[in-house]
């Protein structure tokens, strides 16, 4: 199983890198059925692989340029808003 596991990681690897997307929903699954860790476990390390890659993403396009930066603070703050109400209702 646990061989299994480490192909289909191979393979979502290489499935997000051609499209890019869809990072946690299928890293939580192989980590919770196929290599057996808990499901609270599986969702922070695929949260932190997650954030990772769009922090260093970020990061390149920033360099490039191609951050509009008066709309990056209206989303940070749009989400940290959005979040706030959330956690507190």
């Known amino acids: 199983m646990i061989i299994l596991g480490y192909i289909l990681a191979i393979m979502m690897g290489l499935l997000l890198?051609?499209?890019g997307a869809g990072?946690?929903?299928?890293?939580?699954?192989?980590?919770?059925y196929l290599l057996g860790v808990?499901?609270?476990?599986a969702t922070c390390y695929s949260l932190l692989v997650?954030?990772?890659v769009a922090l260093t993403?970020?990061?390149?396009y920033w360099?490039?340029?191609l951050v509009n930066i008066r709309i990056a603070r209206y989303?940070?703050?749009?989400?940290h808003t959005h979040l706030?109400?959330?956690c507190n209702s």
């Open 17 to 19: 890198g051609l499209i």
């Open 23 to 32: 990072g946690s929903i299928l890293t939580v699954p192989i980590l919770v």
């Open 38 to 41: 808990k499901p609270v476990v």
């Open 50 to 52: 997650v954030g990772s």
């Open 57 to 60: 993403g970020s990061v390149r």
């Open 63 to 65: 360099r490039n340029g």
């Open 75 to 79: 989303a940070h703050c749009f989400g």
């Open 84 to 86: 706030n109400r959330s």
